[in-house]
Protein backbone atom coordinates (compact mmCIF):
# COMPACT_ATOMS: atom_id res chain seq x y z
CA UNK A 1 0.00 0.00 0.00
CA UNK A 2 1.36 3.51 -1.14
CA UNK A 3 1.99 5.81 1.65
CA UNK A 4 1.11 9.62 1.72
CA UNK A 5 2.62 11.24 -1.47
CA UNK A 6 3.47 15.24 -0.95
CA UNK A 7 4.70 17.11 -4.18
CA UNK A 8 6.57 18.77 -4.57
CA UNK A 9 9.80 17.87 -1.90
CA UNK A 10 11.32 20.75 -2.44
CA UNK A 11 10.40 24.38 -3.15
CA UNK A 12 12.05 27.87 -3.39
CA UNK A 13 9.79 30.67 -3.55
CA UNK A 14 9.93 34.95 -3.47
CA UNK A 15 8.20 36.70 -1.19
CA UNK A 16 5.01 38.19 -2.15
CA UNK A 17 4.69 35.08 -4.29
CA UNK A 18 2.00 32.07 -4.22
CA UNK A 19 2.40 28.59 -3.68
CA UNK A 20 0.17 25.37 -3.84
CA UNK A 21 1.37 22.09 -1.64
CA UNK A 22 -0.29 18.61 -2.83
CA UNK A 23 -0.76 15.80 -0.84
CA UNK A 24 -2.24 12.29 -2.26
CA UNK A 25 -3.04 9.81 1.13
CA UNK A 26 -3.50 6.63 1.24
CA UNK A 27 -5.61 5.03 -0.15
CA UNK A 28 -9.18 4.55 1.19
CA UNK A 29 -8.48 7.32 3.93
CA UNK A 30 -10.79 10.11 3.58
CA UNK A 31 -9.42 12.91 6.94
CA UNK A 32 -6.24 14.98 5.53
CA UNK A 33 -4.74 16.78 8.56
CA UNK A 34 -2.08 19.67 7.49
CA UNK A 35 1.28 20.76 9.62
CA UNK A 36 3.52 23.33 9.76
CA UNK A 37 7.17 22.59 11.15
CA UNK A 38 9.57 25.04 11.93
CA UNK A 39 12.28 25.05 14.43
CA UNK A 40 11.30 27.70 16.36
CA UNK A 41 7.59 26.67 16.46
CA UNK A 42 8.01 23.39 16.17
CA UNK A 43 4.92 20.86 14.91
CA UNK A 44 1.76 23.43 14.38
CA UNK A 45 -1.62 22.22 12.60
CA UNK A 46 -3.03 24.16 10.22
CA UNK A 47 -6.04 22.63 8.90
CA UNK A 48 -7.95 19.21 8.55
CA UNK A 49 -10.40 18.33 6.02
CA UNK A 50 -12.62 15.00 6.24
CA UNK A 51 -15.31 14.20 2.70
CA UNK A 52 -14.13 17.14 1.29
CA UNK A 53 -15.12 19.78 4.17
CA UNK A 54 -12.50 21.62 6.25
CA UNK A 55 -13.86 20.79 9.66
CA UNK A 56 -11.12 22.64 11.75
CA UNK A 57 -8.80 25.30 11.31
CA UNK A 58 -5.18 26.36 13.73
CA UNK A 59 -4.39 29.43 14.34
CA UNK A 60 -2.54 30.77 11.14
CA UNK A 61 -3.95 34.07 8.85
CA UNK A 62 -5.92 33.32 6.24
CA UNK A 63 -3.23 33.22 4.03
CA UNK A 64 -3.13 29.29 4.25
CA UNK A 65 -5.85 27.65 2.73
CA UNK A 66 -6.81 24.71 1.91
CA UNK A 67 -9.06 21.96 -0.20
CA UNK A 68 -9.70 18.81 -0.61
CA UNK A 69 -11.49 16.53 -3.62
CA UNK A 70 -14.00 14.14 -4.34
CA UNK A 71 -10.54 11.14 -4.11
CA UNK A 72 -9.52 12.46 -1.29
CA UNK A 73 -6.71 13.89 -2.40
CA UNK A 74 -5.57 17.66 -0.92
CA UNK A 75 -3.77 20.71 -1.67
CA UNK A 76 -2.82 23.46 0.46
CA UNK A 77 -1.98 27.07 -0.70
CA UNK A 78 -0.54 30.02 1.05
CA UNK A 79 -0.78 33.73 -0.74
CA UNK A 80 1.60 36.61 -0.59
CA UNK A 81 4.78 34.63 1.14
CA UNK A 82 6.59 35.72 3.42
CA UNK A 83 9.98 35.13 4.91
CA UNK A 84 8.51 33.21 8.05
CA UNK A 85 6.94 30.98 5.96
CA UNK A 86 9.85 29.12 5.49
CA UNK A 87 9.51 25.67 6.78
CA UNK A 88 8.40 21.75 6.16
CA UNK A 89 4.91 21.25 5.55
CA UNK A 90 3.56 18.12 6.23
CA UNK A 91 0.45 16.50 5.76
CA UNK A 92 -1.18 13.40 7.02
CA UNK A 93 -3.93 11.11 6.24
CA UNK A 94 -6.12 9.12 8.71
CA UNK A 95 -8.50 6.15 7.69
CA UNK A 96 -11.56 7.15 10.03
CA UNK A 97 -12.99 10.32 11.16
CA UNK A 98 -12.33 10.03 14.39
CA UNK A 99 -9.46 11.41 16.63
CA UNK A 100 -8.77 7.83 18.00
CA UNK A 101 -7.08 6.94 14.76
CA UNK A 102 -3.47 7.09 13.83
CA UNK A 103 -2.23 10.13 10.99
CA UNK A 104 0.33 8.36 8.62
CA UNK A 105 2.53 11.42 7.68
CA UNK A 106 4.13 12.24 4.13
CA UNK A 107 7.87 13.41 3.76
CA UNK A 108 6.63 16.77 3.22
CA UNK A 109 7.21 19.69 1.53
CA UNK A 110 10.44 21.91 2.24
CA UNK A 111 9.75 25.18 1.19
CA UNK A 112 11.74 28.26 1.62
CA UNK A 113 10.86 31.86 0.68
CA UNK A 114 13.84 34.09 -0.05
CA UNK B 1 -6.96 24.19 24.86
CA UNK B 2 -4.59 21.47 24.72
CA UNK B 3 -0.31 21.22 25.43
CA UNK B 4 2.16 18.81 25.43
CA UNK B 5 5.59 19.48 27.25
CA UNK B 6 8.48 17.12 26.57
CA UNK B 7 10.84 18.33 29.13
CA UNK B 8 14.24 17.28 27.69
CA UNK B 9 15.31 18.66 24.69
CA UNK B 10 17.82 15.51 24.06
CA UNK B 11 18.56 12.64 26.28
CA UNK B 12 21.51 10.11 25.73
CA UNK B 13 21.55 6.93 26.96
CA UNK B 14 24.12 4.18 25.93
CA UNK B 15 23.49 1.20 23.45
CA UNK B 16 21.51 -1.94 25.52
CA UNK B 17 20.34 0.50 28.62
CA UNK B 18 16.83 1.52 28.86
CA UNK B 19 15.45 4.68 27.50
CA UNK B 20 13.19 6.97 28.97
CA UNK B 21 11.58 9.50 26.59
CA UNK B 22 8.99 11.87 28.79
CA UNK B 23 6.25 13.80 27.62
CA UNK B 24 3.01 15.24 29.88
CA UNK B 25 0.05 16.53 28.68
CA UNK B 26 -2.65 18.96 29.60
CA UNK B 27 -6.30 18.36 28.01
CA UNK B 28 -9.75 19.05 28.37
CA UNK B 29 -11.36 15.48 29.37
CA UNK B 30 -9.81 12.62 28.46
CA UNK B 31 -7.22 12.13 25.89
CA UNK B 32 -5.96 10.22 22.91
CA UNK B 33 -2.50 10.29 23.34
CA UNK B 34 0.08 9.36 20.32
CA UNK B 35 4.30 8.99 19.82
CA UNK B 36 6.09 9.60 16.65
CA UNK B 37 9.32 9.17 15.33
CA UNK B 38 11.17 11.71 12.81
CA UNK B 39 14.37 10.86 11.19
CA UNK B 40 16.31 13.80 9.54
CA UNK B 41 14.50 14.91 6.56
CA UNK B 42 11.92 12.46 6.50
CA UNK B 43 7.83 12.91 8.09
CA UNK B 44 6.87 11.30 11.05
CA UNK B 45 6.25 7.70 11.71
CA UNK B 46 3.43 6.46 14.08
CA UNK B 47 5.31 4.31 17.37
CA UNK B 48 2.18 3.70 18.99
CA UNK B 49 -1.07 5.29 20.80
CA UNK B 50 -3.35 5.10 23.25
CA UNK B 51 -6.86 5.64 23.14
CA UNK B 52 -8.29 3.46 26.29
CA UNK B 53 -7.68 0.64 28.28
CA UNK B 54 -4.73 -0.67 29.83
CA UNK B 55 -1.77 1.41 30.89
CA UNK B 56 0.86 -0.14 29.06
CA UNK B 57 0.52 0.15 25.02
CA UNK B 58 3.21 -1.41 23.16
CA UNK B 59 4.27 -0.73 19.64
CA UNK B 60 6.84 -0.33 16.82
CA UNK B 61 10.71 -1.85 17.36
CA UNK B 62 9.91 -2.89 20.99
CA UNK B 63 8.82 0.89 22.01
CA UNK B 64 6.74 1.11 24.98
CA UNK B 65 4.66 3.92 26.64
CA UNK B 66 2.74 3.70 30.32
CA UNK B 67 -0.16 6.23 30.65
CA UNK B 68 -0.37 7.38 33.75
CA UNK B 69 -3.94 9.88 34.08
CA UNK B 70 -2.84 11.20 37.63
CA UNK B 71 0.40 12.51 36.42
CA UNK B 72 -1.43 13.42 33.29
CA UNK B 73 2.26 11.17 31.34
CA UNK B 74 2.59 9.81 28.96
CA UNK B 75 6.64 8.21 28.77
CA UNK B 76 7.72 6.37 26.05
CA UNK B 77 10.42 3.41 26.94
CA UNK B 78 12.77 0.75 25.32
CA UNK B 79 14.41 -2.14 27.49
CA UNK B 80 17.35 -1.90 25.38
CA UNK B 81 18.34 0.93 23.47
CA UNK B 82 19.82 0.55 19.59
CA UNK B 83 21.70 3.07 18.09
CA UNK B 84 19.39 3.10 15.36
CA UNK B 85 16.81 4.46 17.87
CA UNK B 86 18.82 7.61 17.34
CA UNK B 87 15.54 10.19 16.10
CA UNK B 88 13.95 12.84 17.14
CA UNK B 89 11.08 11.89 18.92
CA UNK B 90 7.37 13.77 19.21
CA UNK B 91 4.33 13.29 21.60
CA UNK B 92 1.37 14.70 20.65
CA UNK B 93 -2.21 14.91 22.07
CA UNK B 94 -5.94 15.10 20.91
CA UNK B 95 -8.82 15.50 22.76
CA UNK B 96 -11.75 13.01 23.02
CA UNK B 97 -13.95 15.48 22.36
CA UNK B 98 -14.12 17.48 18.88
CA UNK B 99 -15.21 13.94 16.88
CA UNK B 100 -11.65 13.49 15.21
CA UNK B 101 -11.82 17.08 13.93
CA UNK B 102 -8.95 18.70 16.07
CA UNK B 103 -6.05 18.56 14.81
CA UNK B 104 -2.69 16.74 16.99
CA UNK B 105 -1.21 18.91 19.03
CA UNK B 106 2.97 18.26 19.03
CA UNK B 107 5.21 18.61 21.98
CA UNK B 108 8.62 20.62 21.08
CA UNK B 109 10.36 17.13 20.40
CA UNK B 110 13.27 15.12 22.29
CA UNK B 111 16.53 14.22 20.46
CA UNK B 112 17.51 10.50 21.63
CA UNK B 113 20.92 9.86 20.93
CA UNK B 114 21.93 6.34 21.58
CA UNK B 115 25.66 6.06 22.10
CA UNK B 116 27.75 2.80 21.16
Known amino acids: KAGVTQTPRYLIKTRGQQVTLSCSPI?????VSWYQQTPGQGLQFLFEYFSETQRNKGNFPGRFSGRQFSNSRSEMNVSTLELGDSALYLC?????????????FGQGTRLTVV | AQSVAQPEDQVNVAEGNPLTVKCTYSVSGNPYLFWYVQYPNRGLQFLLKYITGDNLVKGSYGFEAEFNKSQTSFHLKKPSALVSDSALYFCAVRATTGGGADGLTFGKGTHLIIQP
Open chain 1, 92 to 104: ASSSGGWGNTEAF
Open chain 1, 27 to 31: SGHRS
